[in-house]
């Protein structure tokens, strides 16, 4: 184990450059592996047997995502856009310790004011379990919030959702993280997780604090969890990403993200700020926030890993998504209620997932409220929505894929970007 850990001694800084409001983080890195030899004293890690139960899984997810693309394509040619779920965002609670300045619900709100308005009861255990159940259709979960990590049944219902062989995400602010693995519940977390996301929107702790609103060792926490989490995918195969937030006051940070990420080996997420449905159409105008982008896709091409294709990054942050079936994926809200037909709608109506038995019946329910057939678009009964979420890349190369021809819209590509 000591040779497998010697090689993150070092921080291969080539493309990033420290500046003096970063920390130093070779302290920060010493921290990140003490914590980590203390975790790995208990950690499942992948050996021949969990080498195996992960293939089997990540196998399973995806003959399912075949079969329910080739139903899915059927459904299309006859004009029916209620579609299989490719996969789901769990919002698991509203409750946060974070309350950032950018937070959104896609909906006008952020999520610690609405759980300060407590209008909302989250599911206990056995409800989540029933949810991951319903939708187990769905080749993918993806656990957010809120803060995913506030919830203590996380680690079992992970264990559950695994059990059904789902391919599972958590977006996370990652400030808990370290602290949370060292508990014997947390010792599959990292085995049955498939990618992780944790939020970074600068490397300056002082400015992640006024972000945030937290203490500033708090939000040096988060950069020593992405160090600690580097050295443990060395034994366990999840894939590490950081989402980024770009907004006009970031800029600056989200260079220094882009390069920090790729000398260290992790994916990187980047998304313009969304007000509700829309982008922040003034930054993805900004000359600086463009050159961002340039550099981006520059690396992209270069191979760096990043969440999606270099055409979806360039779409995505250019905002010139086109192509959008909302049913393509749900969003089911912390009380069990799926988002119809799109969480950003006004008018989407929520459909109590636990009162049918699959998601089948779940999307029937809602088709009967709202037809989600052309709903995307401007006009009287469409969206009017311009989202250019991380999500919405995903509803246009399915999309694509299921207009056009199994390999034309680049849905292997990106489905085997993510789990590469
Ligand atoms: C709502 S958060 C929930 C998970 C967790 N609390 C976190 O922040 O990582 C899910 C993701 O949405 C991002 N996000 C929040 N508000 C956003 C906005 N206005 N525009 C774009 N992304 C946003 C966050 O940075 C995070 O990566
Ligand atoms: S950590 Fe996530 S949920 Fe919490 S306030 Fe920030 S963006 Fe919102």
């Given at each position: 184990?000591?040779?497998?850990?010697?090689?993150?001694?070092?921080?291969?800084?080539?493309?990033?450059?420290?500046?003096?409001e970063h920390p130093d983080w070779e302290a920060l890195n010493r921290e990140a592996f003490i914590l980590a030899k203390s975790i790995l004293k208990h950690?499942?890690?992948?050996?021949?047997?969990?080498?195996?139960?992960?293939?089997?899984?990540?196998?399973?997810?995806?003959?399912?995502?075949?079969?329910?693309?080739?139903?899915?394509?059927?459904?299309?040619?006859?004009?029916?856009?209620?579609?299989?779920?490719?996969?789901?965002?769990?919002?698991?609670?509203?409750?946060?310790?974070?309350?950032?300045?950018?937070?959104?619900?896609?909906?006008?709100?952020?999520?610690?004011?609405?759980?300060?308005?407590?209008?909302?009861?989250?599911?206990?255990?056995?409800?989540?379990?029933?949810?991951?159940?319903?939708?187990?259709?769905?080749?993918?979960?993806?656990?957010?919030?809120?803060?995913?990590?506030?919830?203590?049944?996380?680690?079992?219902?992970?264990?559950?959702?695994?059990?059904?062989?789902?391919?599972?995400?958590?977006?996370?602010?990652?400030?808990?993280?370290?602290?949370?693995?060292?508990?014997?519940?947390y010792k599959n977390f990292l085995m049955h997780m498939d990618v992780l996301i944790i939020s970074l929107d600068s490397l300056i702790p002082s400015k992640?604090?006024?972000?945030?609103?937290?203490?500033?060792?708090?939000?040096?926490?988060?950069?020593?969890?992405?160090?600690?989490?580097?050295?443990?995918?060395?034994?366990?195969?999840?894939?590490?990403?950081?989402?980024?937030?770009?907004?006009?006051?970031?800029?600056?940070?989200?260079?220094?993200?882009?390069?920090?990420?790729?000398?260290?080996?992790?994916?990187?997420?980047?998304?313009?700020?969304?007000?509700?449905?829309?982008?922040?159409?003034?930054?993805?105008?900004?000359?600086?926030?463009?050159?961002?982008?340039?550099?981006?896709?520059?690396?992209?091409?270069?191979?760096?890993?990043?969440?999606?294709?270099?055409?979806?990054?360039?779409?995505l942050l250019h905002a010139k998504l086109e192509r959008c079936y909302p049913a393509v994926f749900d969003h089911v809200d912390n009380d069990g209620g799926?988002?119809?037909?799109?969480?950003?709608?006004?008018?989407?109506?929520?459909?109590?997932?636990?009162?049918?038995?699959?998601?089948?019946?779940?999307?029937?329910?809602?088709?009967?409220?709202?037809?989600?057939?052309?709903?995307?678009?401007?006009?009287?009964?469409?969206?009017?929505?311009?989202?250019?979420?991380?999500?919405?890349?995903?509803?246009?190369?399915?999309?694509?894929?299921?207009?056009?021809?199994?390999?034309?819209?680049?849905?292997?590509?990106?489905?085997?970007?993510?789990?590469?």
């Open positions: 184990m000591e040779s497998r850990l010697e090689k993150y001694i070092e921080l291969p800084f080539k493309h990033y450059t420290p500046r003096k950690l499942t890690i992948l050996d021949a047997r969990q080498n195996l139960k992960l293939r089997k899984r990540r196998f399973l997810a995806i003959i399912k995502t075949f079969k329910n693309l080739v139903k899915n394509k059927i459904k299309m040619a006859r004009g029916d856009h209620d579609f299989i779920p490719i996969f789901y965002i769990w919002t698991m609670t509203n409750a946060c310790n974070f309350t950032c300045t950018y937070c959104s619900n896609h909906r006008g709100g952020k999520y610690p004011d609405l759980f300060k308005e407590g209008r909302t009861k989250i599911l206990t255990t056995e409800q989540g379990k029933q949810l991951i159940k319903v939708m187990r259709d769905a080749s993918a979960i993806y656990y957010c919030g809120g803060e995913p990590t506030l919830r203590k049944d996380l680690p079992e219902l992970l264990d559950y959702s695994t059990k059904l062989n789902m391919f599972n995400m958590i977006n996370t602010n990652g400030s808990l993280i370290g602290n949370l693995l060292l508990k014997p519940a992640l604090a006024s972000l945030y609103n937290v203490k500033e060792t708090f939000a040096k926490n988060i950069l020593r969890n992405i160090l600690l989490l580097r050295i443990l995918r060395e034994f366990v195969p999840f894939k590490l990403t950081a989402n980024t937030v770009i907004t006009k006051e970031t800029i600056d940070d989200s260079f220094d993200i882009l390069d920090w990420c790729n000398d260290l080996g992790l994916t990187f997420s980047p998304v313009a700020m969304n007000h509700g449905c829309n982008p922040d159409l003034e930054l993805v105008r900004d000359p600086t926030y463009l050159e961002l982008v340039d550099a981006i896709l520059e690396r992209s091409r270069s191979g760096y890993p990043m969440i999606a294709s270099t055409t979806m990054l360039d779409r799926v988002y119809w037909p799109c969480k950003s709608y006004p008018g989407a109506v929520k459909i109590n997932a636990l009162a049918w038995n699959n998601v089948k019946e779940v999307h029937a329910a809602g088709s009967k409220l709202i037809n989600p057939n052309h709903f995307h678009g401007k006009g009287a009964g469409k969206c009017n929505g311009d989202c250019a979420w991380m999500q919405d890349c995903v509803t246009e190369f399915y999309g694509n894929a299921l207009v056009e021809g199994f390999f034309d819209g680049g849905l292997f590509k990106e489905i085997g970007g993510l789990l590469r």
